[in-house]
């Protein structure tokens, strides 16, 4: 396929007045006047109030008077339209005296990794402007940094730009948690020279002339997708078809479309979780490919299931969130506070207390935004937010979306529902193939199309496979004025791959697994029929191996006893873990996107449910054995009393098969699929456990049982109490049985070696969840 040719770019310049400097970046026009809106402002009376245009076109830059009253001077003479480049002087009001400007080229970025990617663009006047001092500058959030940033991703003590005595500067990194950012990518220490963005936070700053200029994002930017193209199979089937369209600021975006036309690998392109294979995305004239470990921090996404654990209240379940996603540093009180700003904001005061699960399918959903607001993103963006609601909930989703939009963010939502798209302010139709069927005004698309109903345009994607859709939007006066002539970017060359990292930890993981701890514990503890379950699971097995022991271990008694605390331990620790981590998956994944760590996340399962494992293992074993004549040879176990040895291989099979139903939870896709397979977890381990059949010189079957925790635990019991002693046979005659340290220590040891196994398992199946920009 033939390749779109690039139009030559106007150079970045920089244009220096008496009041301050602006950079002009080829993205857009730049107005100059007396007007306190223009990009350059001139308090000067011989200026009009809108005085001139500086425009890029076909590679350089133009001047245009815009009919001021007092003229417009290049070079000394007076111009209506002139062509304009570095080292050209303009005046105005008058030739002589009046307000002058001077064009001189940006430096260029220095070589070498991070900056050697291209200079971010920023199409905005300075938030602030300061002097750059020759000594080193503190920046943070604490009150006495020189720069002080009031945003709550920053660190109280985040980075220092530092001068060198011979004119350079350097961004130093001080231990921040959530990062400093050099031409969008992640550094600790790094020179910077006239052009670099340093990035920290929301505010990113540049270095312009002897000034430091500051932009903040206050959420009200822009979006210009440029031919997104994406597919699989090779290149074979296209999922998304040279896609563009800009989006405003402040701007309600809905994309619709049947079933199987890209929405979704839409969605992924436009937040970088599946970057496109071709094309670019400009975040406010930001390449967000390139940028990616910077601006994805300032990305909301609401997947379509609730990010939210149901049992915990809406004030527990949002602290918990902000713990996680707020630097270290935070401070109690300053969370708080922002989580009580976003309950107000999405009207859930009332609601604070109540818990997730009690909630209707819309709070719901506008609890889920609020996790996402936490951190103010800048580009909010939704899918399938209206699911499953009835048309009430759905237009007061959508209410809410839209006031959203009007606060200053910019929101794209995926949806199925056609009720309420009134309320956007553009409608992105994707047609099959993955194609732009419309993109314009939500009122007038069924005109466009020429149906009274969506339901009839829908039947017509279906039923007109061969109609050209695309094609028939891009003749039409839609696409030229509200794509053409709206967009304001010039064509951008690919965007580099985004690089397939995790964004900074904004807490250590030790910070990490006590907040994961503590909400586990609450979740678990609000879960009253896990909290029944649990505690009547043990007592009800430990009586069952109570009866079938008796009064003494002798004979077959002996067997069955283990046996049944065998079967009762692994039914305890797998049927604990198995459903975990697949009905927390779309939470993981969320967090893990905003910088949650993996190990972290699966040290807190293993912490609880291990401990919880190893309680009902004790109960277990003490119920079934307590006051039992053991019948241990000598009256002793091998290393400690029979009970107390017994009572610890039981707890290391019950946390064993913990650990094995945390492998099938990260394993299956749907959490139905668990009970069968915990079924068959717990029928191999009964047939392979040594108590039923031999093993010991069975071929296959003696090696497969190598890998069944029940097997290495039934042999550490049947050591404790001589087994072979007590029921000799060919059955017992296993190697595994002999009363001694050496096999009890191994029995023992391979069920650690069998957890540990099983724990790096989960890691890796966890990754392999993950989306690939995550992964590490």
Not at 85 to 91: A, E, H, Y
Not at 412 to 417: A, C, D, K, L
Not at 440 to 457: I, K, M, N, R, V
Request: glycine share 8%; charged share 20%; aromatic share 6%.
């Amino acid at each position: 396929m033939a390749e779109r040719p690039v139009a030559p770019t106007a150079p970045e310049l920089v244009l220096e007045t008496e009041t301050g400097s602006t950079v002009m970046t080829p993205g857009r026009a730049y107005h100059v006047g007396r007007d306190p809106l223009s990009d350059v402002v001139l308090d000067d009376a011989r200026v009009s109030w809108h005085h001139a245009v500086l425009r890029p076109k076909d590679g350089h830059w133009t001047l245009h008077d815009d009919h001021s009253t007092n003229g417009t001077y290049a070079d000394g003479r007076r111009i209506d339209d002139w062509d304009v480049g570095p080292g050209s002087v303009i005046r105005f009001g008058n030739p002589a005296d009046g307000p002058r400007a001077v064009l001189v080229s940006r430096s260029p970025a220095p070589t070498g990794p991070p900056a050697a990617a291209a200079p971010t663009a920023l199409f905005r006047q300075p938030t602030t402007v300061r002097p750059l001092p020759a000594r080193t500058i503190r920046i943070g959030r604490a009150e006495d940094n020189d720069l002080v940033l009031d945003d709550l991703v920053v660190s109280r003590r985040h980075a220092e730009l530092r001068a060198h005595a011979d004119g350079t500067y350097e961004i130093v990194d001080v231990g921040s948690h959530n990062g400093t950012f050099l031409n969008g990518q992640l550094v600790e220490r790094a020179p910077i020279g006239p052009g670099d963005v340093v990035g920290i936070g929301h505010s990113a700053f540049r270095l312009v002339g002897d000034q430091l200029q500051e932009y903040v994002d206050t959420g009200e930017v822009s979006l210009d997708v440029q031919d997104l193209t994406v597919t699989v199979d090779q290149g074979r089937k296209i999922l998304l078809d040279h896609v563009s369209f800009p989006v405003g600021e402040k701007c309600l975006l809905a994309v619709v479309g049947p079933s199987g036309s890209g929405k979704t690998t839409l969605l992924n392109a436009l937040t970088g979780q599946r970057p496109a294979g071709h094309g670019t995305v400009l975040y406010d004239g930001r390449d967000l490919y390139r940028d990616y470990a910077e601006l994805r921090q300032r990305i909301g996404l609401v997947p379509q299931d609730d990010i939210l654990h149901v049992q915990l209240t809406v004030r527990d379940a949002l602290a918990y969130a902000a713990e996680l996603r707020f630097p270290q540093d935070t401070a109690p009180e300053e969370r708080r506070a922002r989580v009580e700003e976003v309950l107000r904001e999405l009207g859930l005061e009332q609601r604070a207390g109540q818990p997730v699960h009690s909630l209707s399918g819309g709070q719901r959903k506008r609890v889920s935004v609020a996790l996402e607001l936490l951190t103010k993103p800048s580009l909010l963006f939704l899918d399938e937010p209206t699911s499953g609601l009835d048309p009430g909930m759905d237009r007061s989703v959508m209410q809410t979306l839209r006031g959203l939009a009007d606060d200053g963010r910019t929101v794209i939502v995926v949806t199925h529902s056609v009720l309420s798209l009134d309320v956007c302010d553009r409608l992105l139709v994707l047609a099959p193939g993955g194609r732009i069927g419309y993109y314009g005004p939500p009122e007038e698309t069924l005109d466009f199309f020429g149906f009274a109903h969506w339901p009839e345009a829908f039947e017509a994607f279906e039923r007109d496979r061969d109609r050209d859709w695309a094609e028939q939007y891009r003749a039409s006066r839609f696409h030229r004025q509200y794509v053409v002539d709206a967009t304001a970017q010039p064509p951008q060359p690919d965007s580099v791959p985004v690089v397939a990292a995790p964004p900074p930890r904004p807490r250590s993981r030790g910070a990490q697994l006590g907040t994961l701890i503590r909400r586990y514990t609450s979740v678990l503890a609000a879960d009253r029929t896990f909290l029944i379950v649990m505690i009547a699971l043990p007592f009800v097995m430990g009586a069952m191996a109570r009866v079938l022991a008796g009064g003494e271990l002798v004979a077959d008694k002996a067997t069955s006893a283990l046996l049944v605390l065998c079967v009762g331990a692994v039914l305890t620790g797998a049927a604990n873990a198995v459903r975990e981590l697949v009905k927390e998956r779309v939470i993981y994944q969320r967090e893990r996107a905003v910088g949650l760590s993996r190990s972290a996340y699966l040290m807190s399962k293993v912490v609880v449910l291990g401990t919880v494992t190893v309680l009902q293992a004790v109960v277990l074993t003490l119920v079934a054995l307590l006051g039992v004549d053991l019948n241990a040879p000598g009256g002793r176990g091998v290393f400690l009393p029979p009970l107390a040895e017994i009572t610890l291989a039981v707890a290391l099979l019950a946390f064993t098969a913990m650990m094995f139903g945390l492998v099938v939870s990260a394993l299956v896709r749907r959490e139905e699929v668990t009970m069968p397979l915990l079924v068959l977890l717990a029928i191999v381990q009964v047939v392979l456990c040594g108590a039923l059949v031999t093993l010991h010189g069975v071929p296959v079957l003696e090696q497969l049982s190598w890998l069944v925790p029940s097997r290495w635990a039934f042999a550490a019991m049947a050591d404790t109490i001589g087994l072979a002693r007590i029921l000799p046979g060919p059955q017992t005659a296993d190697p595994l049985f002999r009363h001694t340290p050496g096999v009890w220590l191994i029995n023992m040891g391979m069920l650690v070696v069998l957890s540990v196994l099983c724990g790096y398992l989960v890691s890796r199946l966890l990754r392999l969840r993950e989306p690939a920009v995550m992964r590490k």
